[in-house]
């Protein structure tokens, strides 16, 4: 078996009854491209938990998803405003600016949150032809820090990006796990708040593969079937991806497995925060957990337990737990770090 360690969420492996959703809809042929019962009912459910007037669409990837999402509601002239830790400007390899063209416009945080007060001075040159016109704001729900924002923070930015001709854009890799945090539904936490558009994802809480594109503004959906099938997100088989989304909505197997994936990462936290060598860096509000430790441990510690860096020169490392995450995982990993503070 392979060793469960705290890389990542996309590391994980899937939940058995979504493994069973995708072989039951293995069944004979039905039509592609996402003219078939399971996807139908799939943007259904869909609908129940983001609001009946939004317009649903799946893709493929997570970045498949905010690309496209973000291209439906900027030209190439705009720019597009979120942290300087969002994936899209981390993790994406250039690609929300090669396929809209847009340059993205990256704001220094602490925790990973925008806020209007430090947004306001990146609104300068509007009107003006030779700068970069801000069109969206991109938040994401948890962020890449681990932190959560709170449904007011959210009708703030909401409020600050309508008010100055903008939309705001959410990534949602994670936000089942802002979710339980909050104690919320979808709902509550995007269209009722203010959120234009969501890329809303399940493959780091149990789903294979596979990502909805939600415009909870429904007029900014009218050209994206287009956009879909140019950004080479329109799957053929869709009904493999439609099929996840049913048991994972209608079961809500979203809830228990975001909230065994936090109270994982609460229990990393109060038990390696019990050793005097590490300082955890921000607040555990979803299923991170961030860290410094002494640098020479990083190394041996990674050939037990495998994770990543975040910041070589401040030696802070990143704990991600997932929905199968256990707690013989933890106290393993645990007592390994504490081996390794008293013997290297």
């Not at 990146?122 to 820090?145: C, D, K, N, Y």
């Not at 919320?184 to 708040?193: L, R, S």
């Amino acid at each position: 078996m392979n060793k469960r360690g705290f890389a990542s969420d996309n590391n994980a492996g899937i939940h058995p009854d979504i493994l069973d959703a995708i072989l039951m809809a293995n069944d004979g042929h039905v039509i592609a491209y996402g003219d078939d019962a399971y996807t139908i009912k799939a943007k259904e459910l869909l609908k129940q938990h983001f609001g009946e007037d939004s317009e649903v669409f799946l893709v493929l990837t997570g970045t498949g998803a905010n690309v496209s999402g973000l291209s439906a509601i900027t030209d190439s002239y705009h720019g597009i405003i979120c942290p300087e830790t969002a994936h899209i400007a981390v993790d994406e390899c250039g690609a929300p600016e090669k396929f809209t063209g847009c340059k993205l416009i990256t704001v220094p945080t602490t925790d990973g949150k925008l806020t209007p007060s430090i947004l306001t001075g990146l609104l300068h040159g509007i009107g003006f032809e030779h700068h970069v016109q801000p069109r969206v704001i991109s938040i994401s729900q948890a962020t890449e820090m681990g932190t959560v924002y709170k449904s007011p923070e959210i009708k703030q930015l909401a409020s600050f990006a309508h008010s100055n001709n903008m939309f705001l854009h959410m990534d949602g890799a994670r936000i089942a796990n802002a979710a339980v945090n909050l104690n919320c539904g979808f709902k509550e936490i995007t269209k009722d708040v203010g959120v234009d558009v969501l890329s809303f994802g399940g493959t780091k809480n149990g789903m294979l593969f596979g990502e909805a594109v939600i415009f909870l503004t429904p007029d900014l959906a009218e050209n994206f079937k287009y956009i879909r099938k140019q950004s080479m997100q329109l799957v053929s088989k869709m009904r493999f991806i439609s099929a996840q989304y049913i048991p994972y909505l209608e079961k809500e197997i979203w809830k228990p497995n975001a909230q065994h994936a936090n109270r994982m990462a609460k229990l990393l936290s109060e038990k390696v925060s019990l050793l005097p060598e590490v300082k955890i860096t921000q607040p555990v509000e979803a299923n991170g957990v961030f860290a410094i430790i002494p640098e020479r441990i990083i190394r041996p510690l990674r050939e037990k337990y495998f994770f990543y860096t975040w910041n070589e020169e401040r030696s802070e490392v990143r704990w991600m737990t997932s929905f199968d995450t256990r707690e013989e995982d933890i106290i393993g990993f645990t007592d390994t770090l504490k081996n390794l503070l008293r013997n290297q």
